[in-house]
């Protein structure tokens, strides 16, 4: 059985390691599985060398891995069209949280002949076990299939409870000189950057996120030091990004890593996702002392009352006050705002400016987004249950065309009003941003020919 996995192209510069797809190569190849990797991120293939390699080359699978977006939603028809045209057409599944919600709509508009639902390091195995001993798709938990043009969504497979019996990512199937390459928040020129996973899921159920697996399922801290040890080593990677939706979700787990992360003396820096409640004092001094440079939050709206209608399970009191502790520890902390759930107006998106302006420390650009109702969320079904959006093709087709503008109007202002408003905002952001890399600029210039800066290396960027 030869499998070809797909990494598509998504336009950046340097790309994040395919996390997905590396699970599910280590997998496969545990299984005695051919598996192939086809880089098109790295060489920027366009759409049509993917048909000509596939008509090169004989391969009984082919999988592509996507997330929810209108610029993946277009990917996938366009891949799916080079997929559907090669003479030597293999079996074509798709994975990830873009079509794992409404499985009838991708299967139909890729024909693609089966999506893989949720989790997939069991389903693939299950999939591909099938199909090489010529057995009904009907009896693989965890997938919806094509047949004869009907569509059949099988019954849902359970979580995966000890995800340190996963393999790690098949590293040496991927070009890792390219991926560490990657730039985070306070990276430096030499540092090498990977993302790696310490935990699956989130014990929090806002309204805008799409999650189809409750609860949170840490690793052992044993398992995750090893992997970090090894990618030190075969890598040298000096910067780890914790990829998990949320690293911090309880104090004690948090403390409990980074007391073995100093224990061992790992020497790492690194960047997690964080949650503001549990920012303390106390935990956020021993998470820098363990390396940690930067935590990403999701704040979401600086007002009680919007924050309750998207069930974020936060106030703004606690936002402030976890914000502060986190500048105050010496981390940077990640401020993703966004604008436009229910109940949201132009008074509320203003404390949203008025909080970036007061405590942005210029480590990163951040503008404000307008909230999307992904297909899975609870917003999206609300905006279905209110004759906001019809279904699946009515979000993908025709409202959401770019994750900066409006796809679904939640809010009493027109669309127009909505994008005034938007511009505004984000108008201030963006000076507010650039007059501080101005000034920073003019510092360095100011140290090196007032102070003769005998370490300066000249006015670059990354």
């Not at 019996?165 to 000189?177: C, D, G, K, R």
């Not at 502790?325 to 705002?337: F, Q, V, W």
């Not at 007061?358 to 909230?371: A, E, H, L, S, W």
């Amino acid at each position: 059985m030869r499998v070809l996995l797909v990494v598509y192209d998504n336009e950046s510069y340097i790309h994040s390691f395919p996390m997905g797809l590396g699970y599910i190569a280590a997998v496969l190849i545990r299984e005695g599985v051919d598996v192939e990797i086809y880089n098109q991120d790295v060489h920027h293939y366009p759409d049509e060398h993917l048909r000509e390699y596939l008509d090169k080359n004989r391969f009984d699978v082919v999988g592509v891995s996507i997330t929810g977006g209108y610029y993946q939603y277009r990917k996938i028809l366009r891949i799916s069209e080079a997929i559907n045209k090669s003479r030597n057409r293999p079996f074509y599944v798709i994975g990830g949280h873009g079509p794992s919600p409404e499985p009838e709509y991708f299967l139909n508009k890729t024909q693609a002949d089966a999506i893989v639902i949720g989790e997939g390091e069991i389903t693939i195995l299950d999939l591909v076990r099938a199909l090489s001993k010529h057995q009904p798709l009907s009896t693989v938990q965890g997938i919806a299939f094509r047949d004869a043009q009907k569509v059949f969504v099988n019954e849902r497979r359970t979580l995966i409870a000890d995800i340190d019996t996963i393999p790690w990512p098949a590293y040496s199937l991927f070009p890792m000189e390219y991926y560490r390459l990657l730039r985070m928040p306070h990276t430096s020129k030499t540092d090498f950057v990977l993302w790696i996973l310490s935990g699956r899921g989130c014990p929090f159920h806002c309204n805008f996120c799409y999650r189809m697996d409750d609860g949170f399922r840490p690793r052992r801290n044993e398992a995750i030091m090893e992997e970090i040890t090894y990618l030190k080593k075969k890598f040298g990677i000096t910067y780890v990004f914790f990829a998990d939706e949320l690293l911090m979700s309880s104090v004690a787990r948090t403390e409990s890593l980074c007391r073995d992360f100093i224990k061992a003396n790992l020497n790492i820096k690194w960047f997690c996702n964080g949650r503001l409640n549990y920012a303390k004092r106390d935990l956020l001094r021993l998470m820098r002392q363990a390396g940690c440079v930067f935590i990403n939050y999701g704040i979401e709206a600086m007002d009680d009352q919007i924050l309750k209608n998207m069930n974020k399970a936060l106030t703004t009191k606690q936002i402030i006050a976890g914000i502060e502790a986190t500048l105050e520890a010496g981390i940077s902390p990640g401020y993703n705002i966004i604008f436009g759930n229910i109940g949201e107006t132009k008074e509320t998106l203003g404390k949203g400016v008025e909080f970036l302006l007061k405590y942005d420390d210029g480590t990163q650009f951040r503008t404000i987004r307008p909230v999307t109702p992904y297909p899975g969320s609870p917003l999206y079904y609300y905006a279905i249950n209110n004759g906001l959006l019809k279904d699946c093709e009515d979000f993908y087709e025709n409202k959401h065309n770019n994750s900066d503008l409006l796809a679904v109007n939640f809010t009493n202002m027109s669309d127009e009003e909505f994008h005034r408003c938007l511009f505004e905002a984000n108008t201030k952001l963006i000076n507010n941003y650039y007059r501080k890399q101005i000034d920073a600029t003019v510092e360095n210039a100011r140290k090196l020919y007032i102070e003769r800066d005998s370490d300066f290396r000249g006015f670059r960027q990354t």
